[in-house]
């Protein structure tokens, strides 16, 4: 399976294509964060790693990580995604499987558990994953060292400041960081500098280049991170 990292027993990174999913098994079922582009046979994949049965919890609700939602049953997400989710709905994909997790709910899984943090910015509606025993954060697309997309419906510059506001003043409880794009493990060091640059991009001091692909915006990029972005 290349494109399976095990991390640790009961925790799985799940490569395609540039994103990723993270499968954590627990005491008597799993639970598969987001579900990529949906070129992947995910389900069989899933299964050949854990017998438990596993629901899906989505970060967000962009398409590269809905793609298999189609193939899980019980699926996850912050309520302000549905609207999106609703209205680009992956095939196969029925929204009486979804389920909304709160801000502060907790994801008992006996060995883990992960507390769900709002975070809108990215998305309207995007979470982190919080386990603090162990001291490590899902963060989805908000902390990563990758592009992060800042263009678009839904997308708030303001908002997602302050999200990077909150998770600082919340680091003392982890220390590693599982981005969905980009490097990982990152560490909490790093969410300064996304800070800094997203605060230098809205004065007007990040050089604009070109996007890596056609899209309606430009790319900026600060020491630790990539913005793509559209000024009004």
Same mark, same amino acid.
């Given at each position: 399976?290349?494109?399976? =990292?095990?991390?640790?027993?009961?925790?799985?990174?799940? /490569?395609?294509? @540039?994103?990723?999913?993270?499968?954590?098994?627990?005491?008597?079922?799993?639970?598969?964060?987001?579900?990529?582009?949906?070129?992947?046979?995910?389900?069989?994949?899933?299964? /050949?790693?854990?017998?438990?049965? *596993?629901? #899906? *919890?989505?970060?967000?609700?962009?398409?590269?990580?809905?793609?298999?939602?189609?193939? +899980?049953?019980? #699926?996850?997400?912050?309520?302000?995604?549905?609207?999106?989710? $609703?209205?680009?709905?992956?095939?196969?994909?029925?929204?009486?499987? *979804?389920?909304?997790?709160?801000?502060?709910?907790? #994801?008992?899984?006996?060995?883990?558990? +992960?507390?769900?943090?709002?975070?809108?910015?990215?998305?309207?509606?995007?979470?982190?994953?919080?386990?603090? /025993?162990?001291?490590?954060? =899902?963060?989805?697309?908000?902390?990563?060292?990758?592009?992060?997309?800042? +263009? @678009?419906?839904?997308?708030?510059?303001?908002?997602?400041?302050?999200?990077?506001?909150?998770?600082?003043?919340?680091?003392?409880?982890?220390?590693?960081?599982?981005?969905?794009?980009?490097?990982?493990?990152?560490?909490?060091?790093?969410?300064? @500098?996304?800070?800094? @640059?997203?605060?230098?991009?809205?004065?007007? $001091?990040?050089?604009?280049?070109?996007?890596?692909?056609?899209?309606?915006?430009?790319?900026?990029?600060?020491?630790? *991170?990539?913005?793509?972005?559209?000024?009004?």
């Amino acid at each position: 399976m290349d494109n399976v =990292i095990k991390i640790s027993d009961h925790f799985w990174i799940i /490569e395609e294509n @540039g994103v990723r999913s993270f499968l954590v098994e627990g005491d008597e079922r799993a639970m598969l964060i987001d579900t990529g582009f949906g070129t992947l046979q995910l389900r069989e994949l899933v299964t /050949e790693l854990t017998d438990m049965p *596993v629901f #899906v *919890v989505n970060t967000h609700t962009d398409k590269d990580h809905t793609g298999c939602n189609r193939d +899980f049953k019980s #699926v996850y997400m912050h309520p302000a995604e549905m609207d999106h989710y $609703k209205n680009a709905l992956p095939d196969g994909c029925h929204m009486e499987d *979804v389920s909304p997790v709160w801000e502060g709910d907790i #994801v008992d899984l006996g060995f883990w558990k +992960f507390e769900v943090i709002l975070t809108p910015g990215h998305t309207p509606g995007s979470i982190m994953l919080l386990e603090r /025993e162990k001291r490590m954060l =899902i963060s989805g697309d908000t902390i990563q060292d990758g592009n992060i997309f800042m +263009f @678009g419906a839904g997308r708030d510059i303001r908002a997602f400041q302050c999200s990077l506001r909150k998770m600082l003043d919340m680091s003392d409880a982890f220390d590693t960081i599982w981005p969905s794009h980009g490097s990982y493990p990152l560490t909490k060091d790093i969410i300064p @500098g996304i800070l800094q @640059g997203s605060e230098d991009l809205m004065a007007g $001091k990040l050089s604009e280049q070109e996007p890596p692909w056609p899209m309606p915006c430009k790319k900026y990029v600060c020491d630790v *991170v990539g913005f793509l972005y559209q000024f009004d």
